[in-house]
């Protein structure tokens, strides 16, 4: 990629995000991804699986009795081993980590941290939750392992307080703080206390600590999203709260003092831990808020931001951290509802990003980012070269493979948006070979691009082999992924493939993915031909079986029966009448779903979906107050393919339009069908109403 091409990129991703002409020398700032140099290749040798493994074996651990000053000197070590990581320099950092993890909660969560990520990026970055296949299961075993051990190192400097007179009033003052807490961060106390009754630094850095193991630790089990992972998670969630909380608390009682009682790594771990607990609890749906809360108090989303950005902006010991938890919340909503949030967040996403960079220009993690940021807005040509410098900047090092492998599904994604469906085919056949994610949706969709290509017994062939790569896995169910994509398979065989022309697989996905918003209006015009082609197919045959039964008394053959195929192709029409700037010619193709309902019997998640094309619909023709109740109605619907993902991408909406001021109370259902009455407040018009 020439400079001049460079530069042009860099000037339309500025203007996209409103930063001036007069301010481009000033922010010269490293978004534009960089070729590797043969300074960055200077790496240790991750060959072995030993250099690979990160193990942490509890040694004597004693509590730090440092001043604040002097801890700071002492955790440079680890600032600088963070610097190598997101340098990728990995081994390096790894080995610095390791100096002294048996004995020092900071060293060893650094350490652990490593872990953590590598699994975030198995799991969050392949846009499903519960689909880990069985190399990310042994890096999230490895990461469980690694922060247990570290919770024990801190535990352990937080027990030897208990033999030490001098500091035997803090266990009676922590149990008292426990006892009487309030259920948001405590509030500073009128009058200040004397410096000797604060607890010490040490403590209040193991407490901090502790609580970001048992953090980590929840946001693991909350992934796995089963119902023991929910309850595993609040109570880790719990745990560190308490801790971060009373740390806060008398980080607030010392007031303008704190530096001389707290050390500036303990207050951004701090901030890091209570910011990451309200970002991530405020996207979460009720449902499972219920089951992961038991704190008694409601998630504050911009007490998050805010903690958060005070955290990054400290340049500490967790302000990489923060970053990353920023970076991976705002490029992730966006993805869950482009159309709705992509406006709210893109912008502040690109300047974090571009901050960020200006410390790490080639960090492969930010380059991942730049890559999710970039299709965010709508430049794929940037997010490809994101992506691959991503991958050749891991190489040769210890996080190469789980790099390698997600650069490479995003870049399959990217080839999906652009229509190249040979080069996506390849990309899933990789994938699935290397069991990424889920091998059996690779399979599948490497099946689902050569449908789209037109090679029918190409895409039979391997959709055959779908079944033999579904693994049973959390108690013996199956992840949604991967019962979605057998239910499907198994519905083709049924029917000898013949249905295949009443279904599009790969457009399916798409829609339910999200991914039509990044899709030029060409290649969507051409696929809702597409889709008219397979409804017109469906009308036919069903013409057909109708006049069959006009020959012939009580006919052997059933009643015409194809209301799972139109309800799909009418959510994927709507999905993209949507995107093409068309809500309301989305109303007749939403109102059959619904009429029908009770008909659907295998693709339940058409229903739910539909309305959230609704909503869709009525936030285009700014009818919000309709798109919240919409998509209350969609709440209603359980137990159906991506229920997870749906109430996520709801949850989400409806925060939004509650923060735009759209909270008129939810209407009371007269009976079923009434329930999904909604009257478009619009001029009297020959178009029908998006009424049942």
């Known amino acids: 990629m020439s400079e001049q091409k460079i530069e042009e990129i860099t000037n339309i991703l500025k203007e996209v995000v409103g930063i001036s002409s007069e301010d ?19 790496k240790a ?4 699986s030993a250099a690979n493994l990160i193990e942490i074996t509890k040694g004597d651990v004693l509590l730090s009795r440092l001043t604040p000053r002097e801890q700071e000197r002492e955790d440079e070590a680890v600032i600088k081993g963070l610097e190598h990581l997101f340098d990728n320099e990995f081994m390096a950092a790894k080995t610095i980590f390791e100096e002294k993890a048996d004995c020092d909660p900071l060293h060893a969560l650094a350490l652990s941290s490593m872990a953590f990520l590598k699994v975030i990026k198995h799991v969050f970055f392949s846009h499903n939750f519960k689909a880990v296949m069985t190399s990310a299961e042994q890096d999230q075993t490895m990461a469980l392992n690694a922060l247990n051990t570290t919770y024990d190192i801190a535990n352990t400097q937080l027990e030897a307080t208990k033999t030490t007179p001098k500091i035997t009033g803090y266990f009676s003052g922590y149990y008292n703080y426990l006892k ?3 259920t948001d961060i405590p509030a500073p106390l009128p009058t200040p206390r004397e410096s000797g009754d604060y607890p010490p630094n040490g403590v209040l850095r193991a407490h901090v600590l502790k609580a970001e193991c048992c953090l980590q630790i929840a946001i693991l089990q909350l992934l796995q999203e089963s119902v023991m992972g929910y309850v595993k998670c609040g109570l880790n969630l719990r745990r560190a709260y308490s801790s971060y909380s009373y740390v806060w608390a008398e980080y607030q009682k010392m007031g303008a003092d704190h530096s001389a009682f707290m050390d500036s790594d303990t207050i951004s771990g701090v901030q890091f831990g209570i910011g990451s607990v309200h970002l991530v609890l405020s996207a979460l749906p009720a449902k499972i808020l219920k089951a992961v809360s038991a704190f008694g108090w409601k998630p504050d989303k911009q007490l998050g931001f805010i903690l958060l950005n005070q955290c990054a902006e400290s340049k500490r010991v967790r302000s990489s951290m923060a970053t990353v938890m920023l970076m991976t919340y705002y490029t992730g909503v966006i993805s869950f509802a482009p159309q709705i949030l992509s406006e709210v967040y893109r912008k502040t996403a690109m300047n974090i990003l571009l901050d960020a960079q200006k410390h790490h220009p080639n960090s492969a993690l930010y380059l991942f980012f730049a890559g999710r940021v970039a299709r965010n807005g709508l430049d794929l040509p940037l997010s490809a070269q994101s992506f691959l410098y991503a991958a050749e900047t891991s190489r040769g090092e210890w996080a190469e493979v789980a790099f390698s492998n997600a ?4 870049m399959a994604i990217n080839h999906m948006i652009t229509g190249n469906w040979s080069h996506a085919a390849a990309s899933f056949d990789y994938l699935c070979d290397q069991e990424y994610w889920s091998a059996a949706f690779c399979k599948y969709a490497q099946g689902a691009c050569y449908e789209m290509m037109g090679e029918r017994t190409a895409a039979i062939l391997i959709f055959a082999n779908v079944p033999h790569l579904v693994v049973k896995k959390l108690g013996g169910r199956l992840s949604d992924i991967d019962s979605f994509v057998l239910r499907k398979v198994t519905m083709f065989q049924k029917s000898g493939y013949q249905n295949l022309d009443f279904y599009s697989p790969m457009l399916e996905f798409m829609c339910i993915w999200n991914l039509f918003p990044y899709v030029s209006h060409n290649l969507l015009k051409i696929a809702l031909a597409r889709v008219e082609r397979s409804l017109f197919t469906i009308q036919k045959v069903e013409q057909a079986e109708q006049e069959q039964r006009m020959k012939e008394l009580a006919p052997d053959t059933p009643l015409p029966d194809y209301f ?15 995107v093409l700037g068309l809500p309301d010619e989305t109303t007749l193709d939403i109102n059959w779903i619904l009429d029908h309902k009770e008909c659907i019997l295998q693709d339940t998640w058409t229903v739910p979906y539909a309305l959230w094309e609704a909503g869709v619909a009525c936030w285009a023709l700014d009818l ?3 798109s919240k109740q919409v998509w209350e109605m969609a709440l209603d619907h359980g137990k159906h393919d991506f229920e997870h993902r749906l109430a996520v991408r709801l949850n989400l909406a409806l925060t939004l339009s509650e923060e735009l001021g759209y909270n008129e109370p939810k209407s009371e259902p007269v009976d079923d069908r009434k329930r999904y009455s909604v009257a478009l407040d619009a001029p009297p018009t020959t178009t029908p109403t998006l009424s049942s």
């Open 24 to 42: 481009r020398d000033l922010n010269k700032k490293k978004f534009i991804p960089h070729p590797p140099t043969e300074e960055s290749k200077r």
């Open 624 to 626: 919000k107050s309709k």
């Open 180 to 182: 009487n807490k309030d």
């Open 407 to 410: 650069c490479k599904f995003e």
């Open 564 to 578: 799972d195929e139109r309800a799909s192709l009418l959510v994927i029409k709507s999905s993209i009448l949507n």
């Open 45 to 48: 040798d991750p060959g072995n």
